[in-house]
C-alpha cells in the first residue's frame, strides 16, 4: 500500500483548512513556509498520519521537511519499504 | 483623551451595529430554545443565541480548524470594527496597534469535543489545535495575528465585567502611547460543559416563556437567560483620530473597577464605589449623567443592591435606567462592551432603548426604568455598570465627543 498524493492532500486540508483548491496536487514540491503551513499544523498532520495510516514521523525528522512532496516519499518509505529500495515485491 | 472610531457587534438578535441598534429600539429578541444538543431533560433550556452566521462566509477557511465558535465571533465582531473605522491595518506600522480582548469562558466547545476525544480515544486523538483554542488569551491572539497588530496587548478575564475592563485597558494603553488599540470582549459557551456551567450559577432563570424569562429589575424577576457574543471596538487617542479623519462615535470620559469584599464582612458590594470612581474620573458629577445602562441581573437580590447603589449616587429616581439584556441575554465579556454600543447609539439618536421583559419595578427600587417604549431624550453622557460572578464591578463614562449647547 503506498499513499497518493490525493491522500496527503486531503490530510493536509483536514488538518489546515481550506478546500481542494487550497492545496492542489501541482503545488507538493512548494515549501510549508509559502504554503503557510506553520508547525502546528506539521505537527497536526503527523498526528493524523500515525492515527489513520500508522504512519509515525519523528519529530526531528518532521522539523526537517520542507515540502508536501518530501513528506510523501517519507510516508511511502514506511508504507512500502520493499517497492521503494527498489527490490522486487514479490513472495510477500 | 481615547475615542471610540468603530464598532463590530455580534449579537444574539443582531449582527453589526445598525442590525442590533434596530433590534434593540424595536424589542426583536435573540433568545431561543438551546438547541445544539438535546436540552430536553435540563432544568432551563433558553438562551441568547446567534443563530445564522455561518463563519465560512466570513472567515478564511484555513481559521476553522483551529478555532472555537466564540473565537469565530470574535473575529467576525473585530473585522466588523475595523472595516467601520476605516482603519487599514496594513498600512499602520503594526507596533502602533494594540488589542484587549476580555474572555470569561475561552473555548468551551472546542474543548469539550477534545476532551471527549481524549477520555474516549486517547491522547493522540486531541487536536493540536486544543493547545490554544481554549484558553482565555486566545482570541486578542487571533485578531493580533490576522490583522498584524503587534504592540501593546493583553487579555483580561473578570466574567461579565472584563469586557468593560477591556475598554478601560485600551484607554490606558493609548494614554501610555499606542495610537489604536482594538478591545472588548465576545464569549460562547453552550456545548453541553459549557451549559451545566452556566445553570451551576443557579442564577439562570428557570421559566421556560422567552418573553418572561429574564426581567431585569421586575416585580416578578427570576434570574437572567445567558447568551453569546459580544462587541469589538477600535479605540484610539483623539487627536490621531482627528488627523486620519476618522469619524467619532464617543469618548471613554472615565473607567473604574472595584472587587467585593468577602462576603460576611459586613461591607457594602463595590458597584457603587466603582461607579463613583468611574465619575471622579471622568471629572464630572451625577447630575451631568444622562442615562444608566445597569448590569441588570434579573436576580432579585441582586437588582435590589444595584437599585440602592443607584439610590445612593443619583437620589430616589434621579436618572433613567435602563438595560437592554432582555433581549440578548448575559453575555458575559460581550455584556458590557454590548452596553457601551447602546450608550453610543443612545447619545447618537438621543434615544434610550427600553428594558424589554419589565413591566412593573419595586416602589422600594426607586429607580426610574425605561420599559415599554424607547425614551426620546437628549443624551450626552452615559454611565455604564457591569458585574461579574465573584465580585468584579466595572463602571465606564461614555460621553459625546462633540460640545452642544
Known sequence: MTMSIENLRDVFIKCAGGDADALPVDQMSVSFEDLGYDSLVLIETSATLKREYGVVIPDEQLTELRTPAELLLLINDQLAPAAVAGRPATGI | ?405
Open chain 2, 1 to 405: 483623551m481615547s475615542v471610540i472610531t468603530g464598532l463590530g457587534v455580534v449579537a444574539p438578535n443582531g449582527i453589526g451595529v445598525k442590525a442590533f441598534w434596530a433590534a434593540t429600539l424595536a424589542g426583536r429578541s435573540g433568545i431561543a430554545v438551546l438547541d445544539r444538543f438535546d436540552t430536553t431533560r435540563y432544568p432551563a433550556r433558553l438562551a441568547g443565541l446567534v443563530g445564522t452566521v455561518d463563519p465560512a462566509e466570513y472567515l478564511p477557511a484555513r481559521l476553522l480548524p483551529q478555532t472555537d465558535v466564540s473565537t469565530r465571533l470574535a473575529l467576525i465582531a473585530a473585522e466588523a470594527a475595523l472595516n467601520d473605522a476605516g482603519v487599514d491595518t496594513e498600512a499602520m506600522s503594526e507596533y502602533d496597534m494594540g488589542i484587549v480582548t476580555a474572555n470569561a469562558s475561552g473555548g468551551f466547545e472546542f474543548t469539550h469535543r477534545e476532551f471527549r476525544k481524549l477520555w474516549s480515544q486517547g491522547p493522540e486523538h486531541v487536536s493540536v489545535y486544543e493547545s490554544f483554542a481554549w484558553f482565555y488569551a486566545v482570541n486578542t491572539g487571533q485578531i493580533s495575528i490576522r490583522h498584524g497588530i503587534r504592540g501593546p496587548s493583553t487579555a483580561l478575564v473578570a466574567e461579565q465585567a472584563g469586557g468593560l475592563d477591556a475598554l478601560g485597558h485600551a484607554r490606558r494603553t493609548v494614554r501610555a502611547g499606542t495610537p489604536l488599540v482594538m478591545c472588548g470582549g465576545v464569549d460562547s459557551a453552550f456545548d453541553p460543559w459549557g451549559w451545566a456551567a452556566h445553570l451551576a450559577s443557579g442564577r439562570v432563570s428557570l421559566v421556560p416563556d422567552p418573553a418572561t424569562a429574564y426581567r431585569p429589575f421586575d416585580t416578578r424577576a427570576t434570574g437572567y437567560l445567558p447568551g453569546e457574543g459580544g462587541a469589538i471596538c477600535v479605540v484610539e487617542d483623539a487627536d490621531a483620530a482627528r488627523v486620519r479623519g476618522a469619524k467619532v462615535y464617543g469618548d471613554i470620559a472615565g473607567y473604574a473597577a472595584t472587587f467585593d469584599p468577602a462576603p460576611g464582612s459586613g461591607r457594602p458590594p463595590g458597584l457603587r464605589r466603582a461607579a463613583e470612581s468611574a465619575l471622579a474620573d471622568a471629572g464630572i458629577l451625577p447630575q451631568d449623567v444622562d442615562v444608566v445602562f445597569a448590569d441588570a441581573t434579573g436576580v432579585p437580590e441582586l437588582d435590589r443592591t444595584e437599585a440602592q447603589a443607584l439610590r445612593g449616587i443619583f437620589g430616589e429616581l434621579g436618572v433613567p435606567v435602563t438595560s437592554p439584556k432582555a433581549l440578548t441575554g448575559r453575555l458575559l465579556s460581550g455584556g458590557g462592551v454590548l452596553d457601551v454600543v447602546c450608550a453610543l447609539m443612545s447619545i447618537q439618536e438621543d434615544t434610550v432603548p427600553p428594558t424589554f421583559g419589565t413591566t412593573e419595578v419595586p416602589a422600594g427600587y426607586g429607580i426610574d426604568l425605561v420599559i415599554g417604549e424607547p425614551r426620546r431624550m437628549r443624551v450626552d453622557t452615559a454611565l455604564v455598570l457591569a458585574r461579574g460572578r465573584w465580585g468584579f464591578n466595572a463602571a465606564t463614562v461614555i460621553r459625546n465627543h462633540w460640545k452642544r449647547d
